[in-house]
């Protein structure tokens, strides 16, 4: 996770953590769609440790893009619930996002992702609440616009780069590789250990 996309004519680009999400977090407004939609993306792709081409489109390959049935969450008493029946009445403990394939799964085995940072799972139930009145499916895309087309790999890091800004980072220090780096360092400064971040991170 940390060496992915260092080049040796670049300077490695730094970090996205979960401090600094608090921060960006900060400017973004839940009640909104746009916003949670953000939020929901920021704290997914740190918690997970996702490469951008698993969660926005590129418009070429998007065989890796999530889908709504890919997300599903446990409550406290262990029951499953799909994503598209989520409520906030509900007392979720973690959520669990399958992947069919990734950069580092050539044969598409698969690989379930928990997720168990209450922020992200509040920010995604908080997203999905505002989905819940659009003519969505089961294969919709997981992060996406109003009219149904999934967010673009572009569209998000404009997002990204304005909300570094304002939260006085440079942004461009920063690339959408930060998301899965932040997350492996957060994970080490709250004492993982390098083997169990080298699972988690595929």
Request: hydrophobic letters at 35%; proline letters at 3%; aromatic letters at 6%.
């Amino acid at each position: 996770a940390y060496n992915d996309d260092i080049n040796n004519s670049k300077k490695p680009k730094l970090p996205i953590t979960t401090d600094m999400l608090r921060l960006m977090s900060r400017q973004l407004n839940p009640h909104v769609r746009c916003d949670s939609l953000v939020m929901a993306m920021i704290w997914v792709a740190t918690s997970a440790m996702l490469r951008i081409s698993e969660f926005t489109s590129d418009h070429k390959n998007n065989d890796r893009l999530l889908s709504m049935n890919q997300l599903t969450f446990i409550d406290e008493q262990d029951k499953i619930i799909e994503c598209i029946n989520i409520h906030q009445k509900y007392k979720i403990k973690r959520a669990i996002l399958h992947l069919h394939q990734s950069k580092t799964d050539p044969f598409r085995k698969g690989v379930d992702i928990i997720i168990a940072s209450a922020e992200a799972i509040q920010a995604l139930t908080q997203y999905l609440m505002h989905t819940q009145q659009e003519n969505q499916g089961k294969r919709s895309p997981l992060f996406r616009f109003p009219d149904g087309n999934p967010i673009n790999g572009q569209w998000f890091m404009k997002q990204v780069s304005i909300l570094l800004s304002n939260a006085g980072y440079n942004s461009s220090n920063y690339s959408s590789h930060s998301f899965r780096k932040g997350g492996a360092v957060s994970l080490l400064h709250n004492g993982v250990s390098d083997s169990i971040i080298r699972q988690m991170g595929r």
